[in-house]
């Protein structure tokens, strides 16, 4: 499929771009790097929604797909205004990444919605392989701090300021992109999550407080924090780490001065992250004024010095903020030392192309710690696509039932692979239903939706409510009428059984009295 891997898009997409290269993902968006043929550059983001996951969750939570148009459009439409939004705001100021164009396009009941944007190099990718000055990131404390304003004057909050939104242009800029997540301060839709899920909790939103623009000044703060502490979070060192330094910035604990940074530049960020919000900056302007004074209490040497980028331990080296946040925030892929030293032959399966292959592993190595021949993807980098280990290597065929396209098929599978894991040979839909190996059954089944009654033949032991009603399609709408059938009928020979057993009797009573 190459590099686009979205079958329902075409390059030039939108007419204009063609892709050079896969840039990141999120939940439901992947970003592309793209160019035209007059040679300009540009970032592509192409939300796709919804997916089939999210289909048949809906289809779960609601007894059927009733309704599922208007929630798709609805997403859709919130979407569309975010992105309407974020092109007003970039209006308003040269610091946010401009949008070149968009577009949703619908495919029956997908849409995808492509966002054209200035390309940039995130700030996260940026300083793993590029040094910063002190200059620099002052520029960048500006540029952001101007952004907030305008977010200000709209009563906006953008509450997604983080290294992945920051970018650095071809003109050496910073700027900051627009969030789809901004809204209303009125709205307060910003809600906690488990420590260590997420590293930039604010203290009032993880009290369940009000909260106003001064949120978008702590993540200011604590971005440029990072950046003038070897790219560490508050409190975190060799003793405190991860979910136990974010408890103690969340409840109030007062933060050290980050260990980089010169005293005036260090004054502004602990102001930026006081626990009260009453004790920051009371708005973006004064921030930008106390900015725009650094210059005067910086030499030109300290503000010409590289930050470092370094931990303070006996080794240091380079570190990328990749690898920095899997050492704060990840366990340690530690090396599993084998039981005994005679190798053993394996089968696993790959969760990324479906693939099974056998290898000969030392002991009881992790099935995690195994390198898929094919696409090549291991557990240690990508944790989502951790290969399986099965129990034994001879073939076992299963039957399969599809939830997407409601197909049975039956398939070889090594061991007690996941039924998640097989892929429908009709749909290429994933996530289906493993069912016994059994012969054919008919069953007669009553439709809830049109009331029709029908007969069906299926295998093994799936639900009614997995049934495609043949007349009206309805889902999840079937139910076993047989079963009522066959007790009223046990019942009526169970009754003639008792009065034929009760007319026997009698006749007896009368014979011994005769």
């Not at 696409?375 to 290969?387: A, Q, S, V, W």
Request: proline share 5%.
């Amino acid at each position: 499929m190459g590099i686009l891997d979205n079958p329902r898009l075409k390059e030039p997409l939108l007419g204009r771009w063609t892709v050079d290269r896969f840039v990141g993902s999120s939940l439901y968006s992947k970003v592309y790097k793209v160019h035209d043929n007059n040679g300009n550059n540009a970032a592509i983001k192409i939300i796709s929604f919804p997916d089939d996951a999210a289909i048949v969750e809906y289809e779960i939570d609601h007894g059927s797909d009733d309704g599922l148009e208007d929630f798709i459009l609805s997403k859709v439409q919130n979407i569309i205004s975010s992105v309407k939004l974020m092109i007003e705001l970039t209006d308003q100021s040269d610091n946010i990444i401009p949008i070149i164009d968009y577009r949703a396009i619908q495919r029956g009941r997908y849409w995808d919605i492509l966002i054209v944007m200035e390309y940039g190099v995130d700030l996260k990718n940026y300083l793993a392989s590029n040094g910063i000055t002190t200059g620099q990131a002052i520029q960048l404390m500006r540029s952001i701090a101007s952004v907030i304003d305008v977010y200000e004057k709209n009563g906006l909050v953008h509450s997604r300021i983080n290294c992945e939104n920051v970018f650095m242009l071809k003109d050496s800029l910073f700027k900051l992109s627009g969030s789809l997540s901004t809204h209303t301060v009125e709205s307060q839709k910003l809600y906690t999550h488990t420590f260590g899920h997420c590293s930039l909790f604010h203290p009032e939103v993880y009290k369940g407080l009000e909260y106003d623009t001064r949120l978008d000044i702590y993540s200011l703060g604590i971005l440029l924090y990072r950046l003038f502490n070897s790219l560490r979070m508050p409190f975190v060192n060799e003793k405190t780490r991860g979910s136990e330094a974010n408890k103690k910035r969340v409840t109030g604990e007062k933060l050290p001065p980050p260990e980089n940074a010169p005293q005036p530049i260090a004054d502004i960020i602990l102001k930026c992250c006081e626990y009260r919000p009453e004790d920051r900056y009371r708005s973006a302007k004064e921030l930008i004024r106390d900015i725009d004074a650094l210059s005067g209490k910086l030499q030109p040497f300290e503000l010409a010095a590289e930050i470092p980028m370094r931990r303070k331990t006996k080794n240091a080296v380079p570190v990328s903020w990749d690898l920095l946040i899997q050492r704060e925030y990840k366990p340690k892929y530690d090396n599993i030392q084998a039981v005994y030293a005679s190798p053993v032959t394996r089968v696993f399966r790959c969760k990324k192309c479906r693939k099974e292959f056998t290898t000969s592993v030392m002991g009881y190595a992790d099935p995690n710690d195994q390198l898929c021949p094919d696409c090549e993807l291991n557990g240690k980098f990508d944790p989502r696509y951790n290969n399986v280990q099965t129990v034994y290597a001879s073939p076992v065929t299963r039957v399969f039932r599809c939830k997407k396209c409601r197909k049975e098929f039956t398939t070889s599978v090594m061991g007690y692979a996941d039924p998640n894991d097989q892929l429908c040979p009709d749909c290429d839909a994933d996530r289906t239903i493993e069912v016994a190996v059994e012969p054919p059954a008919n069953k007669k089944m009553k439709c809830r939706k049109c009331k029709k009654e029908f007969v069906v033949a299926w295998k093994g032991t799936i639900t009614p409510q997995d049934q495609l009603c043949p007349a009206c399609k309805g889902v999840s709408s079937m139910k076993n009428i047989e079963n009522k059938e066959n007790l009223i009928s046990h019942i009526s020979l169970l009754a003639v059984g008792i009065l034929l057993g009760a007319l026997i009797s009698f006749a007896v009573f009368l014979i011994k009295r005769g």
